[in-house]
């Protein structure tokens, strides 16, 4: 029998909570990820920055981000 | 001495100077003056406490394209110490760029010199009672070509200029400090060039005239402009208004609420991270200063029933960085140390910004302000370009990433957060040329042998750092120039 180390009531329910959010965040993100468009302001973008949403970010920063 | 305006019987007083408006400008000009041996009249329209018989009379309107009410009226205080009874004790000097002519304004900068009016920090420090040997003003050390950490001073508790002073004054065998006493009126000569002496009033219908060598304004940023345009009854477009510049080039510090950011750093970002641009940043883009402030959240905080478990989940998500990402590209979510980006962005000068009067009367019968608070294009470029530069600076420094409202990043969409930070200057801006300008470098108005401004009206451009200290310094300067005649 696979014996497992016993967690607090407290561990359980952090888990059970970040479980319970992360896991259609995590789906939903999945496919908003996949319409994604990248919107490079052209000043912004010709010295190594692009801005997602708002954030502004170094381009290596971006996973998936193509010129 | 300390008198009661509304207890009095005179009719006439006589002094060497008189000073009009009991605040930092104000009292510090009035000491300057005492210690070299003038006897002065210190002279407040209010009275030692805030009344709202008072501070209406600061009532008018505002119809720029920034509509502020607290512009108007709330901003100041109108009793003894004026608005250093509310202020945050913030302190700073102006960057060399600030006393550069720049073309990109169109119109010219400041006459005099820096190290000129910094020859009287020293002194300005201890009447605000900061430390003169904590060197506050140098700028740390930060790997950027782009912007600087901001360099400034506190004030702390804020001065409060009645509590600190008030016991001197009355003291004084130099200084008469009146309350309650309004100025209402600037009588000229006959010839023009010269007040022959003031009309002041009490709350109780009593008029009182004063007679000096010299008259001095202190009534604040707004308030010098609107005395000097309702003195409209010898010089139809009122006292000193030779070029029609009197009102004009209101300016303000913008407060911008620029956006969020997370933290990638949190010993770099500490609890508040402050930005000043580098002069090569400005002059690059044609921009004026400012300073953004990355104030961070300390611990996140929840409401309502449920708070208790909102913040357990929040924590939970805090601890794991990939559900943090996942939350934030749903939610405008922040953990302990991410924060929002506040600002004071320096206005240009600018002849549409100013104060007008209305046709509506106070109770003196003087006309009451418009306030016709402006930005222009040149205003929201600066905006612009440093909410970008200084997102793509703390990006590249690994600092923080930040997320700029949408009205930062589209030019097209109006600039909608801003605010005052009540810090009010520019309407009786300093030139030596009287066209563009209302007093001349050693702050007299223009035309006029025995009238000056002191206080932040005469600043030819506002820079990106509080005003407070320039205002003590200029009057110190000022106290100097006066006391010398």
Known sequence: MKMTKKQSPIQNRRRFLAALLTFPLLLSSIAHGREKKFLAIPSIGADGFVIVNGWVMLKQDITGYKE | ?485
């Open chain 2, 1 to 485: 001495m300390l008198i009661d305006l509304n207890n009095e019987k005179i009719r006439e007083a006589r002094y060497d100077v008189c000073v009009y408006g009991a605040g930092p400008a104000g009292i510090t000009l009035a000491r300057a003056l005492a210690g070299k041996g003038k006897s002065v009249a210190l002279i407040e329209g209010g009275s030692l406490n805030f009344s709202e018989e008072s501070q209406s009379l600061y009532d008018g309107k505002s119809v720029g394209n920034i509509q502020d009410w607290n512009a108007v009226r709330n901003c100041r205080l109108r009793y003894f110490g004026g608005t250093s009874n509310h202020w945050t004790g913030r302190c700073g000097i102006f960057d060399p760029i600030d006393f550069e002519n720049r073309d990109y304004y169109g119109l010219p900068g400041w006459p005099i010199r820096r190290d000129e009016v910094l020859s009287y920090l020293s002194k300005a420090l201890e009447i605000v009672d900061i430390p003169t040997n904590a060197l506050p003003f140098v700028h740390p050390p930060l790997e950027s070509n782009r912007f600087r950490l901001s360099a400034k001073a506190l004030s702390l508790p804020p001065t409060r200029f009645s509590e600190k002073y008030l016991n001197e004054i009355k003291s004084s065998s130099k200084i008469h400090a009146y309350i309650n006493a309004n100025l209402v009126n600037l009588n000229l000569r006959e010839n023009g060039g010269s007040l022959a002496g003031t009309e002041v009033r009490n709350f109780r219908g009593g008029s009182f005239v004063f007679v000096a060598g010299q008259h001095v304004l202190a009534l604040g940023g707004i308030e010098n402009a609107r005395i000097l345009l309702n003195a409209d009854k010898q010089q139809k477009s009122g006292i000193g208004n030779h070029s029609g510049m009197v009102g004009r080039c209101f300016m303000e510090h913008f407060n911008v609420a620029y956006g969020r950011f997370v933290t990638e750093n949190q010993q770099a970002m500490g609890s508040v991270l402050e930005l000043n641009p580098t002069a090569a940043l400005m002059k690059e883009h044609g921009i004026g200063n400012g300073v953004l402030a990355f104030n961070t959240n300390s611990e996140a905080v929840m409401y309502g029933r449920l708070k208790v478990l909102k913040k357990a989940v929040r924590d939970t998500i805090c601890k794991s960085e990939s559900a943090t990402d996942i939350s934030r590209k749903f939610t405008n979510f922040d953990c302990p140390g991410d924060g929002v980006i506040s600002s004071m962005i320096e206005q240009s000068p600018n002849l549409d910004s100013r104060v007008l009067l209305d046709s509506e009367r106070d109770k003196f019968g003087l006309r009451r302000i418009k306030l016709d608070w402006r930005m222009s294009d040149a205003d929201r470029k600066t905006i612009r370009v440093l909410g970008i530069e200084a997102a793509k600076e703390t990006a590249r420094m690994r600092y923080a990433r930040i997320q700029l409202n949408d009205f930062i990043l589209d030019d097209t969409k109006e600039i909608t957060a801003v605010g005052p930070h009540c810090h009010q200057m520019g309407t009786t801006r300093m030139s030596v040329d009287p066209r563009f300008g209302v007093v001349n470098p050693n702050s007299k108005v223009h035309g006029i042998s025995n009238l000056y401004i002191a206080g932040s009206s005469v600043f030819p451009t506002g820079g990106g750092i509080n005003p407070t200290l320039t205002i003590v310094m200029l009057a110190l300067r000022l106290g100097g120039h006066i006391g010398s005649l």
